[in-house]
Nanobody, 129 residues
């Protein structure tokens, strides 16, 4: 399984970006997929997740600004980021849970780093003030 994250870049505060996570070797809609981010000298943190049933979870820090979604036909998961802030600056990683159509689980499961078995290479997002 390979995950390819793309779409990062340098933007000004208040701008928008769309990140994409394309997969090969596995059909994403059968698995939980999440976005995490890691800023310099900080731990990797949960941003958003989408379950096989298309339920979504978002971290409190991005609720109302970021939206995770999925295009089954393109086997791609997106992260739409609006009203971006300098504190959103980080390397963004997409990740996939190898469990096939996991039974319904809650936010604690989908927001945990250890849930995910496959990770993309990361894409840099920089927000200037």
């Amino acid at each position: 399984v390979q995950l390819q994250a793309s779409g990062g870049g340098l933007v000004q505060a208040g701008a928008s970006l769309r990140l994409s996570c394309a997969a090969s070797g596995r059909t994403l809609f059968n698995h939980g997929v999440a976005w995490f981010r890691q800023a310099p000298e900080k731990e990797r943190e949960f941003v958003a997740a989408i379950t096989p049933s298309a339920r979504t979870y978002h971290a409190d820090s991005v609720k109302g600004r970021f939206t995770i979604s999925r295009d089954n036909a393109k086997n791609t998961v997106y992260l739409d980021m609006n009203s971006m802030k300098p504190e959103d600056t980080a390397v963004y990683y997409c990740a996939m849970d190898q469990t096939f159509r996991a039974p319904s689980r809650g936010a604690d499961y989908y927001s945990g780093r250890t849930t995910y078995d496959y990770w993309g290479q990361g894409t840099q997002v920089t927000v200037s003030s």
